[in-house]
């Protein structure tokens, strides 16, 4: 088959798969968008909506295809994610290693505290400041093999700005949260095909296992990067090399 028309093949399946994503991500934020949260909750951000340019350029620059790796975190953080709209998307992170721009819309409700400032924001999410961008410092070479993606697109805060994570929700909001967020993880996996899920955290190991126990892809973990964790605090980034090493995976 000559040359050019196996690179056009590989560009329309990469078209393809990203697309894909992108119409994933896309139900995912329609279905979570009809869910409702009480108090402690008095506010929930959702970046697949007011942030959708910045991270369908994120699927469709790196989800473009078969992916080696699945890292998974737990929910968007305030300054990460809420800002960006991707997962574990520090503004630098993603101007200077993902090189992607573009706006950010304002949400419906604002905590002003928490203020959504797109890639104008100057604060740096605690998880990304601790493992120093690693999930995503390598960028194009990185994303040859692995992926990133957070289980749950909403960022919930309490009226102090707290952040709450969502195994803090009461179960009968938990209940349809999850099963939106696992439906959505069986796609990615199903269309990424990685051969393992790595939570980052236990909370992210805990529903990969839940969600995919029909699948047969093989689960792992590595330590959260979060200065609230022992772990992270005591040298993050060797212990997520560590837990890589104990998988077999390494880093090119």
Same mark, same amino acid.
């Given at each position: 088959?000559?040359?050019?028309?196996?690179?056009?093949?590989?560009?329309?399946?990469?078209?393809?798969?990203?697309?894909?994503?992108?119409?994933?991500?896309?139900?995912?934020?329609?279905?979570?968008?009809?869910?409702?949260?009480?108090?402690?909750?008095?506010?929930?951000?959702?970046?697949?909506?007011?942030?959708?340019?910045?991270?369908?350029?994120?699927?469709?620059?790196?989800?473009?295809?078969?992916?080696?790796?699945?890292?998974?975190?737990?929910?968007?953080?305030?300054?990460?994610?809420?800002?960006?709209?991707?997962?574990?998307?520090?503004?630098?992170?993603?101007?200077?290693?993902?090189?992607?721009?573009?706006?950010?819309?304002?949400?419906?409700?604002?905590? @002003?505290?928490?203020?959504?400032q $797109?890639?104008?924001?100057?604060?740096?999410? #605690?998880?990304? *400041?601790?493992g %120093? &961008?690693?999930?995503?410092?390598?960028?194009?070479?990185?994303?040859?093999?692995?992926?990133?993606?957070?289980?749950?697109?909403?960022?919930?805060?309490?009226?102090?700005?707290?952040?709450?994570?969502?195994?803090?929700?009461?179960?009968?909001?938990?209940?349809?949260?999850?099963?939106?967020?696992?439906?959505?993880?069986v796609?990615?996996?199903?269309?990424?095909?990685?051969?393992?899920?790595?939570?980052?955290?236990a909370?992210?190991?805990?529903?990969?296992?839940?969600?995919?126990? @029909?699948t047969?892809?093989?689960? $792992?973990?590595?330590?959260?990067?979060?200065? #609230?964790?022992? *772990?992270?605090? %005591? &040298?993050?980034?060797?212990?997520?090399?560590?837990?890589?090493?104990?998988?077999?995976?390494?880093?090119?």
């Amino acid at each position: 088959m000559p040359t050019q028309i196996k690179n056009n093949q590989k560009s329309r399946t990469r078209r393809s798969t990203a697309l894909r994503m992108i119409e994933l991500s896309r139900a995912l934020a329609d279905r979570t968008r009809r869910l409702r949260f009480g108090l402690p909750v008095t506010h929930v951000y959702r970046p697949l909506d007011y942030a959708r340019e910045l991270h369908e350029s994120y699927l469709a620059t790196y989800a473009d295809g078969d992916r080696d790796v699945l890292f998974l975190g737990m929910n968007p953080g305030p300054w990460g994610m809420a800002q960006t709209g991707i997962p574990f998307g520090a503004v630098g992170a993603v101007r200077e290693w993902l090189r992607i721009d573009g706006s950010v819309e304002m949400p419906p409700r604002m905590h @002003e505290k928490r203020p959504i400032q $797109g890639l104008d924001c100057t604060r740096n999410e #605690a998880a990304v *400041a601790v493992g %120093r &961008g690693r999930l995503i410092g390598f960028a194009a070479r990185f994303f040859n093999r692995f992926f990133v993606a957070n289980y749950c697109p909403l960022c919930f805060l309490e009226a102090s700005g707290c952040n709450r994570t969502p195994d803090k929700l009461p179960p009968e909001e938990r209940r349809p949260l999850y099963a939106a967020c696992d439906q959505a993880l069986v796609g990615i996996v199903g269309i990424l095909k990685p051969s393992i899920v790595i939570g980052v955290g236990a909370f992210a190991e805990t529903r990969a296992r839940e969600a995919l126990k @029909e699948t047969g892809v093989r689960i $792992g973990r590595i330590p959260h990067p979060s200065p #609230a964790s022992p *772990a992270a605090n %005591r &040298g993050w980034a060797g212990q997520a090399d560590s837990a890589l090493a104990s998988l077999g995976i390494a880093f090119d």
